[in-house]
């Protein structure tokens, strides 16, 4: 008996000299890997323009019916996408969402990724919906988004949201106020624009 | 091949196999279609000639060296056809190649995709891969304007001709056209100018790619967010049959259901593209009161009470004959049906119209010629330009009669001499006379003419809308009960009605449905300002809506389920293809609580069982026709 005793406590003074492998999350994260399938991002081109061109084979590709396209008709004076079509509302419901990746591997454009984020818990499932503000990439110049401006929703740069767009690998996304509360003492506080 | 063996023997022949028996002259494609074995066409088109310029459809058949084109070859006895051969397959995978070679491959921007016969075939029996190594296609113009409803994209074009046949052989008005040869063949709107006709909403239908698109649907759903429903076109008193297609409870389009009987597969494009009227938002969508002299919320069972009450009072005070009903043509059968019954039974009022100009010396006689019938005509008079304008799809029927069927065809002014047209008619024979309901005299005076001439004529009249015709069978009118039945007591005629109601002789209003008819009439304002009790039940903010002292919400025709008659008295259903936003009951509920609410325990039983018997025993003619049967009319009745 005495002999097992020596060997836990034996264990227990090993350990004591490792270092721990517990962090301090959410301030410190860890990497995650570079395949790892979070939460989505919607791409953009160099110039701007979003690669989705609403053509809903995301929709159609996923197995539990997440997506939501809508797509229209681009304004050729003031694109959103190249080509014809372009989606003008695009929503994942993240609750139900597998993460799967069956929808990056069906679209055409490699619009779709999914992305390192994994924090996706809420106090609320409406804000589990992620809407295309939230998925899309981050843009800094002037793009076409900027029609969002005539119409009201708000201002086009940068687009930074609660739900992280153009999450990165160095690190989490800040908050945009106002569309969700900052998680207390998390993500570097204060929000700010997203690193691209 | 067959034309010799005009006899009305089967022809046995064997397809993969399987022994089929078909009247001679028949295509190779539609026997093999009976033996249950799919052939890939592109230009073939159950509707248009055949021209077999695809070569899609090629099969083996014995004998004959060469592969046949299924789509144009008639069978001959004891032909032996094989369509899944080695040959067969490989012709099928050349030919795809071949439309592929030039494709752009738009399919996640194509408003086809999902439901394009080239994307099915290529997957079916498409050679897998490409073997070409040509990188640089041949491009033509894409997104092209050809009116304010056909978007083309030239270079998703298969050339399968199906589109300038249309224009030639349904329309006759050869708008479209392909131009230059070989690589460069290219199609396009005759000089590019735009489109006129009436009938281009079928063009994307019979398109069998994304070459040519509904602009009004553009970008709007892929077939696998619809929900689609079959039901009747909601514009006219035609009957068109349709499928309604729906994405999140709204109409997302129409398209064409094949009826060989009524539509022959094609829609005009006013009833195509009409449906945004039934997605509009303006709705009413809760049940109001006035409550002391403020319209309110209140719940169904209070807005239904307080209505019953109020007529009550009303028929108290003033007696029966002081309320006016008035319902609308797009109501269903059975609405208009417990509707009128409500008025006259329960109520006691014999004032109750379905419109407002008073429409007087009707009968079934009028509707005796029907669409279909048509083609069994040796003439047709046509009076007027008013029959096509109401039912625009009936110009494709007459086209085929004159065109196909090479019969004559009369279009004579609305004031004619009908000595002089039964002069013009062929000496013997069977004689169509088709006028809208306005001109239903002047047609009933043809035919009696005609008839004394030795020819037997009948007549087909054209109604206004979807419903009109179950309206006046159903009686609700104020001169004529179910069935035509004379009454005893005529009421006061839609407009009378409101007159009446101004001069402060009608005390009280029911309005159902959608009063389309009404709105727009000052005087329709004016008498339910002046009434003291008006309820009203109707889908639309209006008119009506806004000076109801009770309000329930009513339904469209896209959201109820019921039957409506077309204008030559065929029963068809229409079917909920969109679901309100309220759950409160629906108009025919409303008007069975109603009548219980009035103390009428028929409203009961009229939801017990279902109405359309209830109807069917009042009106015989409708008796198991509700599945898309012409009523049967005994003739002079
Ligand atoms: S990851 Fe899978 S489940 Fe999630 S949205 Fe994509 S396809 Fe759907
Ligand atoms: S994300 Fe890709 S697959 Fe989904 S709609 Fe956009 S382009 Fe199509
Ligand atoms: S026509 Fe068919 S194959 Fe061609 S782009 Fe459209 S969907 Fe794809
Ligand atoms: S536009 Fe369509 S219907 Fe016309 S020829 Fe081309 S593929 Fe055929
Ligand atoms: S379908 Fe037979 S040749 Fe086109």
Redesign the interface.
Known sequence: MFREMVGGLRITLREMMTKPITIQYPEEQRPVPPRHRGRHILHRYDNGLEKC?????C??ACPVGCIYVQ???NDPQHPVSP???YAVRYEINLMRCIYCGYCAEAC??EAITLGPRLDLADYKRERLVATKDDLLEAWPGFHPMAQGVAEGRGAPAPQTSPLGAGSSHQGPAGSAPGLRPPIPGSRGSGGGAAPI | MADASTVAELVNISVDGRPVEVPPGTLVWDACEKAGIFVPVYCAHKKLEPVAVCRMCLVEVEGLPKLQPACATRVAPGMVVRTQTEQVRKFRDGNLEFLLLNHPLD???CDR??ECDLQDFTQRYGPGRARSSITEKVHFD??VKLSDKIMLDQERCILCWRCVRYYEEITGEREIVLQERGVHTVVDSFERQPLQSQFQGNLPEICPVGALTHRQY???A?P??LRRTASVCSHCSYGCNIFVDAREEQIARYASNDNPEVDDSWLCDQGRYGFPELNRPERVINPEARVGGLRQAVSYQDAVARAAGALLRVRGDHGGTSVGVLGSPRMTNEEAFVLQWLAREVIATPHVDHRYEPLEGISPEQFRLGIAELEGCDAVVVIGDRPERLSPVLTLRLYKVANKLGRQILRVPETFSAAQVVKQLPAAGRIGIVAAQADRAAAMGLRAKAGSAGREAAVLTITEAVNSRGCQDLGLLPNVGPGYRSLEHSGLFGRQLLEAAVAGQIKALLVVGDGADFEAEGLFHEALAKVDVAVVVTAWQGVASRAATVLLPGRTIAEKAGTVTNTEGRVQRVRTAVEPKFTFPSDLRILGDLAAGLGSDLGVQALAAPVFELLAAAVPAYRGCQAGLRAHWEPGS
């Open positions: 061109i609403g053509c809903e084979l929709a159609g797509a229209a008709e080509g014809e079509r055409p454009t | 399919c996640p921007v995709g999902g894409k997104a553009r970008f709007r892929r696998w967010d």
